[in-house]
């Protein structure tokens, strides 16, 4: 689901960042 749309990805990168973090 991540690799759908630019505004998706972005979601999906800060999300995996926060979770990271």
């Not at 689901?1 to 973090?21: D, K, N, P, R």
């Amino acid at each position: 689901m991540c690799i759908f749309e630019g505004y998706v990805v972005s979601v999906c990168g800060i999300t995996a960042l926060w979770s990271l973090t």
